[in-house]
């Protein structure tokens, strides 16, 4: 897979980069072909979108436009929870892929596990994955427990799950529980949305020459956790993928590590209404 980093091997079979660029609350149309296209420009070659945040037109529209081979890009999309349900999960994915003008994704996820309903979306995930139209299935925002009733009745096991991680939120037991069952953890809202004001990261990221952000993505890459950070700004979607020039000691990867408190910025996969 080309582009910045290494990648990782899902049970799929296929490799996903471990560094991606998500493109949550981009405004759809313009702004969303500029990011994306600083964004390739940049190396990234794993773009994150899903049908809730109504840019995948723009995503499309920018990977046709860069010249890069499609075999080259790591697509993934999601199913959004209105849409959960066999057959409205197979409409809502061929919605997708022709809003993104492609003939496959190379992952699809289950945006939110919505209780009584996931289990159908999944059999119709496994259906996609069978066709060849999902290079790879998963789940996003699943906890151990979901995970379990899922894997009760799958045929497939999930190749990654994305969960809101970072070092406020180190979501071990998840990372624990996935590992022993061969899915790959890939962190959304890394970045802690901004909120990267910590002494400790400070401190490294001084000693490194790096930015806090830049420490964090680092520090999600030597964790073996895949990562996606989000930004508008031409300067920060370059500077997020500068950070294969250094490594954090295992002293900083044991202080990042004593940061976790537990903190979500984002909803709660056990207690959401939407």
């Not at 959960?84 to 197979?90: F, H, S, T, V």
């Not at 949305?193 to 520090?219: F, M, S």
């Amino acid at each position: 897979m080309a582009g910045p980093g290494p990648s990782v091997a899902l049970n799929s079979g296929t490799q996903m980069p471990q560094l991606g660029f998500g493109v949550w609350r981009i405004p759809e149309g313009e702004q969303t072909v500029a990011s994306v296209g600083v964004a390739l420009a940049a190396g990234y070659r794993s773009i994150d979108t899903a049908a809730l945040y109504r840019n995948e037109e723009g995503v499309g529209r920018t990977i046709r436009e860069s010249g890069i081979e499609r075999g080259d890009l790591f697509v993934t999309t999601k199913v959004w929870n209105s849409d959960q349900g066999y057959d409205q999960a197979l409409r809502a994915f061929e919605a997708s892929l022709r809003r993104l003008g492609m003939e496959y994704v190379d992952l699809y996820l289950v945006h939110w596990p919505v209780p009584g309903r996931y289990k159908e979306t999944w059999r119709a995930l496994e259906h996609l994955y069978e066709q060849g139209l999902a290079r790879a299935i998963g789940v996003s925002n699943f906890q151990p427990r979901h995970l379990e009733d899922l894997l009760a009745d799958a045929r497939v096991v999930p190749a990654v799950n994305q969960v809101e991680l970072h070092p406020l939120l180190a979501q071990r037991e998840v990372r624990v529980f996935c590992a022993g069952h061969g899915i790959a953890v890939e962190a959304w809202s890394p970045l802690m949305q901004g909120h990267l004001d910590i002494p400790v990261l400070a401190r490294i990221a001084e000693r490194h020459g790096k930015t806090p952000a830049q420490v964090v993505l680092r520090w999600d890459i030597q964790s073996g956790i895949i990562t996606i950070p989000k930004s508008g700004h031409a300067d920060r979607i370059r500077e997020n993928a500068d950070i294969f020039d250094f490594a954090l000691t295992a002293e900083d990867m044991r202080a990042i590590d004593g940061l976790d408190a537990g903190r979500r910025y984002g909803a709660d996969p056990d207690n959401f209404n939407f």
